[in-house]
């Protein structure tokens, strides 16, 4: 089992960004795929993009392409989701999941492990 930590949630305006992370306390960490997953109140869990092991393919909902980046630096057990031109509907509470099945990577049901979760509030 891996342990997930995220942070960098914060409250920020329409229009501006955030960095959000995630450590992996675990070291087999490089053989996992990675997903950044949102809820919002009242709403289902959807992903927002993932990345496989070695980077080398990424997958981004529709709705933050262009806005989102997700990167991971294997040798420090952390993925990152870089979210520029934050809008409203943004606003959310952000998982972090790790992935060591196989299947899709937007596949939520695929992921093994998950953080907590950190809050991302978008005022307009």
């Known amino acids: 089992q891996v342990q997930l930590v995220e942070s960098g949630g914060a409250l920020v305006q329409a229009g501006g960004s955030l960095t959000l992370s995630c450590a992996a306390s675990?070291?087999?960490?490089?053989?996992?795929?990675m997903g950044w997953f949102r809820q919002a109140p009242g709403q289902e869990r959807e992903v927002v993009a993932a990345?496989?092991?070695?980077?080398?393919?990424?997958y981004y909902a529709d709705s933050v392409k262009g806005r989102f980046t997700i990167s991971r630096d294997n040798a420090k057990n952390t993925v990152a989701l870089q979210m520029n031109s934050l809008k409203p509907e943004d606003t959310a509470v952000y998982y972090c999941?790790?992935?060591?099945?196989?299947?899709?990577?937007?596949?939520?049901?695929?992921?093994?492990?998950w953080g907590q979760g950190t809050q991302v509030t978008v005022s307009s």
């Open positions: 999941a790790a992935k060591r099945r196989r299947g899709s990577l937007y596949d939520s049901l695929r992921y093994d492990d």
């Open positions: 990345i496989s092991t070695s980077g080398a393919l990424k």
């Open positions: 675990v070291r087999s960490f490089s053989t996992d795929d």
